[in-house]
Nanobody, 126 residues
């Protein structure tokens, strides 16, 4: 079992930055993927970014590419999302997700992840 706890959300002006963190506890996380999704009011949960635990390769949604950076700390079992040049449309609840199954193809849909955090609100004012 894996427990995920997010932190770092908040209110920021457009053009600003925020850093989200997700701590994984329980069984040691040594393989698979960890990712970030977001859900705005009235919308479906959408993929933001993912990182393969083994090797650290990353993949981003087109909407955040060049502005967001996902990274991991294999010793602390954490994953972070650095968000720069934030826009009003980035406003959402951000969720950390994890799955132990490894594969070469990046995981970009919610159904591919077994573990979820409780979510953290990010609000960008324009």
């Amino acid at each position: 079992q894996v427990q995920l706890v997010e932190s770092g959300g908040g209110l920021v002006q457009a053009g600003g930055s925020l850093r989200l963190s997700c701590a994984a506890s329980g069984r040691s996380f040594s393989t698979g993927y960890m990712g970030w999704f977001r859900q705005a009011p009235g919308k479906e949960r959408e993929f933001v970014a993912t990182i393969r635990w083994s090797g650290g390769s990353t993949y981003y949604a087109d909407s955040v590419k060049g502005r967001f950076t996902i990274s991991r700390d294999i010793f602390k079992n954490t994953v972070s999302l650095q968000m720069n040049s934030l826009k009003a449309e980035d406003t959402a609840v951000y969720y950390c997700a994890a799955d132990r199954t490894d594969r070469l193809v990046f995981k970009t849909t919610p159904s591919e992840y077994n573990y979820w955090g409780q979510g953290t609100q990010v609000t960008v004012s324009s």
